[in-house]
């Protein structure tokens, strides 16, 4: 799913291994869940079976046990038992925040650095979270006229993103796991396995523009904001429009609603940088 939850304890990070056989990989929402099986290629995975299963409408997200039962029976369903799985945590239970951190001539610094930078921004104690972080290098270059001059020389500052998640949540996943009798490898975080499938569908030359990447789920969204090829703002959004009178909602209120949401991340994404086009 491209970033796995890790630990960040000190100075040290624990990386999960990416599967290396045949995996199972698991999207999961309040209408649906979505099934890949796939295993590593030596430059993209290769997909061996796809499906989408329906969510009985009084199933409880929240109830570990029955979450968990679900999922093992839809494996069963679809033969998929006994390989490594990997789930994905949605936006809004997790804390996303880009750091600009200084260049480093070690990566082994980096972790140190994070822990440090993220304990002050986090809305709750670090040691009650699950981190990890992926970097981007890039030069960043002002001459004398205050223009960019792109030499190679330059000092390279590291963009960081980091998750993380509070402990209980991953311990959430994990109990479903147990109920569903199953193999959790890793998990991923929603936004980022959204910006990869985005690398996977596009040509190489357009992976450095900027793009909005829209996921829509049961009762909610997804907004992702891709500014030179980098995840650079992630929302989560309800998209329920209000009554007075309790009645459901029509498609184009929905619709209306959905594009209200776009818009307010793509304004706020791009308030300090409003030369970029999307």
Request: one cysteine or more; aromatic letters at 4%.
């Given at each position: 799913?491209g970033?796995f ?19 199972v990989a698991?999207?999961?929402?309040s209408?649906q869940?979505?099934?890949v099986c796939a ?13 989408v299963?329906?969510?009985p ?6 109830d570990?046990g029955a ?8 494996l ?5 038992r006994?390989?490594h799985?990997v789930m994905?945590?949605p936006?809004?239970?997790?804390v996303?925040?880009?750091l600009?951190?200084p260049?480093v001539?070690?990566?082994r ?7 440090y930078q993220?304990?002050?921004e986090?809305?709750f104690?670090?040691?009650?979270a699950?981190v ?10 002002t001459?004398?006229n ?7 020389d330059?000092p390279?500052t590291?963009?960081v993103l ?8 991953i311990?959430?996943?994990e109990?479903v ?7 959790l490898q ?17 040509s ?10 829209v ?5 909610e969204?997804e ?6 090829g980098?995840l650079a703002?992630s929302?989560?959004?309800v998209?329920?429009?209000?009554h007075?009178?309790q009645?459901?909602?029509t498609e ?5 609603a ?21």
């Amino acid at each position: 799913m491209g970033m796995f939850l890790t630990l960040v304890d000190k100075t040290k990070i624990r990386r999960v291994p990416a599967p290396t056989g045949k995996f199972v990989a698991l999207d999961l929402d309040s209408k649906q869940l979505r099934v890949v099986c796939a295993e590593p290629g030596k430059h993209t995975p290769k997909f061996r079976k796809m499906a989408v299963v329906d969510v009985p409408g009084d199933l409880d997200l929240n109830d570990a046990g029955a979450t968990g039962q679900f999922i093992a029976g839809a494996l069963d369903s679809l033969g998929l038992r006994g390989m490594h799985v990997v789930m994905d945590v949605p936006r809004r239970q997790a804390v996303l925040k880009t750091l600009t951190l200084p260049p480093v001539d070690n990566e082994r610094e980096l972790p140190a650095m994070v822990r440090y930078q993220v304990e002050r921004e986090l809305p709750f104690p670090l040691a009650d979270a699950v981190v990890d972080f992926t970097v981007d290098q890039h030069f960043n270059v002002t001459n004398t006229n205050g223009q960019s001059d792109g030499s190679a020389d330059a000092p390279a500052t590291t963009d960081v993103l980091v998750a993380a998640v509070k402990r209980d949540i991953i311990e959430h996943y994990e109990a479903v796991a147990v109920a569903a009798d199953i193999k959790l490898q890793s998990l991923g975080l929603r936004p980022y396995a959204d910006a990869r499938c985005l690398d996977a569908c596009i040509s190489t030359d357009r992976r450095s523009d900027n793009h909005v990447l829209v996921h829509v789920l049961g009762d909610e969204a997804e907004i992702n904001i891709m500014i030179h090829g980098m995840l650079a703002f992630s929302r989560s959004a309800v998209i329920k429009p209000s009554h007075e009178d309790q009645s459901p909602p029509t498609e184009q209120q929905i619709c209306e609603a959905l594009i209200l949401e776009v818009t307010r991340s793509v304004q706020s994404a791009l308030s300090s940088q409003r030369d970029l086009a999307i």
